[in-house]
């Protein structure tokens, strides 16, 4: 069959081969991405759910407005600033889930071959999106906060990017944190360039310690922010949001009318239900606590059964843990036989976008109990230090 | 702002200009492709999702396959035979709505400047998925059964398109039928010209008269077949579906995992719960006697107040009418004055890639009762004959 030329340069779904080995029931996974489901809000969930069909009835099961359903639009737009001023109804575009939101900023602003600046590593599901639409990607080095100001700016000297996508808050995968001072320093390079900047921000609530920072989108100019409830309420229903100038809300709902005409109009007028009961901030102290020690029970656990052998940055929120292996040349090499262990782990590979050899690897640590964690992290250690 | 470049090659969203007049509650509009909302199932669905809460809980929350959920693929694939072969599950992806099915097929298969074939005139739709990846499209001349086999041919001796699209069943907009003979004599040709056809079939369950017809699909080998259940159940669930060969499932998935992962979780196990209570068929049964009263409604004022003026297709199934004035240039010319006289259509010029002047219009007789398709049509008169 003769498929698009995109889909020559991508090797066999990693994530897909994952899934289906995560289904064994016996298997220990720190490999997906995966909210912790017994903490889902599904009573409340399905109250807010019959209430549409009770009050709304009918019309909640009709076609609707692509850019979302007008009442969960102006709940988001309260929620957000955009260079100190509050947003509008007109910034907001709902999506089917972040995923849907990378994928409508690729479709929307790129061109084979146009170049895209990334995080050194990154989301891998950010560079699926990109790669699709052909474009280059190039990484930016980082250090313990991130992108590194003066890499940035040796990179914006040789070559233009469509836009620079980066996650400031518990990266995927690094877990690492974007200070004040250097949200500052990158806006500054990016209004210097005019660079546009589309930040990510899936993880944020999910805050163990630390103060609240501010986003991009409220601290400078030429900012897209990716939102999503999948992280802080249930991926399964697939509600994601971009928050951005009007002009690219309008562009990005062009986009969005041939993609999927809308997102799913029964879930967002369920998702107003939700949010209006003012149920959501109690439910994310919640998942606070409860990652907050899965992540204490993971830290642990390397510690006790990986000791020297690994270096790790604890992550002071989201949902990963990200070290390196001191002693292995290629942490890839080790996912058969992790396999056979019953434990899954991502190689780092996958988060750089020349699929270099590395020792590290992502682990996640919000979907299992610390009981499980520990025997994870036990087995992985048999399985890669011996 | 520095978009990609097929969204200089596009004009401001006419569906989206039409959805927004429509909102004025004193409009009639004949524009959308609506189903009659008055009809949706919406106590038996609020049944099937209080059924997935109860039964299923918090799983039905939690992300899943991209493919879709394995008891929905495995109904849909009893439904459907491939070339006289039962479908298998592995021959079904869930698509979040069937819109995504056609954007997922063009991203899947095309690169910039591949050909694409349609029928004359097409679902519009359709042209914007492919447009988005700058496809050349390439209208074949129509009959009254749909596209003329001998064109067809003619047209792939100049060139080799990545597929044909085409609407066998009440087509959209132009409400035709492909007849039992001329599906064999097209997949005749399209065997012979190892051609690749995409079968979009969102009408054919809305049959008014004559004999249920077996599917390309079943008919013949290299097709690639799209439903949805936005017509026979409701468009806001987003629920729709491929089926294809494994390999252009496993294909359209790997496409998909980078556009929203996959489709609403606890939708998708709703609508299983909908269908194992049997409920489909009878209400297929009622919107074919809603329909069809309204497809009648609607020819009949057509007769009334629009007599010699126009010319029209009656459709035996579907949502649309299409006719063609016989006294005006252009339908184009009359839209402000029907807004002004509180009436909507589609201008026939939107269902062509060349944009070209045409007096035709498409009528939507769905969701308006047949009084006030009366009233409706007797403004359109009024606005364009005066």
Redesign the interface.
């Known amino acids: 069959?003769?498929?698009?030329?995109w889909?020559n340069d991508?090797g066999d779904?990693f994530?897909?081969e994952m899934?289906k080995a995560a289904q064994n029931p016996s298997m220990i996974s720190f490999a997906?991405g995966?909210?912790a489901?017994?903490l889902?809000p599904?009573?409340a969930?399905?109250r807010s759910?019959?209430r549409v069909?009770?009050e709304q009835?009918?019309?909640?099961?009709?076609?609707?407005?692509?850019a979302g359903h007008p009442p969960l639009r102006e709940w988001l737009a309260s929620q957000h600033s955009r260079n100190g001023k509050p947003a509008k109804m007109e910034n907001i575009v709902v999506t089917?889930?972040s995923?849907?939101g990378?994928?409508l900023l690729a479709?929307?602003?790129?061109?084979?071959g146009?170049v895209v600046f990334l995080e050194m590593p990154t989301y891998l599901?950010a560079i699926?999106?990109f790669?699709?639409?052909r474009a280059q990607l190039r990484m930016i080095p980082c250090d313990e906060q991130g992108i590194i100001p003066e890499e940035l700016e040796k990179m914006l000297q040789e070559v233009t990017p469509?836009f620079l996508y980066l996650i400031p808050n518990y990266q995927n995968p690094s877990g690492k944190v974007m200070g004040l001072a250097r949200r500052l320093q990158l806006l500054r390079v990016a209004q210097i360039y005019d660079l546009?900047i589309v930040e990510d921000n899936p993880y944020g609530e999910l805050r163990f310690e630390g103060e609240k920072l501010p986003n991009l989108l409220d601290l400078g100019e030429n900012v897209i922010y990716l939102g999503t409830f999948?992280k802080v309420l249930?991926?399964?229903?697939?509600v994601g949001y971009i928050v951005a100038e009007e002009?690219?809300v309008d562009?990005l709902?062009?986009?969005k009318?041939?993609?999927?005409?809308?997102?799913?109009?029964?879930?967002q007028r369920a998702v107003v239900e939700f949010l209006q009961e003012g149920l959501l901030p109690g439910h994310i102290e919640t998942l606070r606590k409860v990652y907050k020690e899965r992540r204490q029970a993971m830290v642990e656990a390397i510690e006790r059964y990986l000791g020297d052998e690994v270096e790790m940055i604890v992550p002071a929120g989201g949902l990963f843990l990200w070290a390196r292996f001191k002693n292995i040349a290629n942490s890839f090499d080790y996912v058969e036989e992790t396999i056979r262990q019953n434990v899954l782990y991502v190689p780092g590979s996958f988060f750089y976008t020349d699929q270099r050899i590395t020792s590290e690897v992502r682990l996640n640590y919000s979907c299992s109990t610390p009981e499980v964690i520990d025997e994870g992290i036990r087995r992985l250690a048999r399985a890669i230090v011996g």
Chains 1, 2 share one sequence.
């Open positions: 069959m003769n498929y698009a030329k889909m991508i779904s994530i897909g899934l997906g995966l909210p489901h017994e889902f599904d009573q969930l399905q759910f019959q069909f009770e009835g009918k019309p909640a099961l009709q076609y609707a407005q692509t089917t889930g995923q849907q990378l994928s479709q929307t602003f790129l061109d084979p146009d599901g699926q999106a790669q699709a639409f469509k546009l999948s249930a991926p399964g229903l697939r002009d690219i562009h709902c062009q986009t009318e041939g993609v999927d005409l809308h997102s799913n109009n029964l879930t």
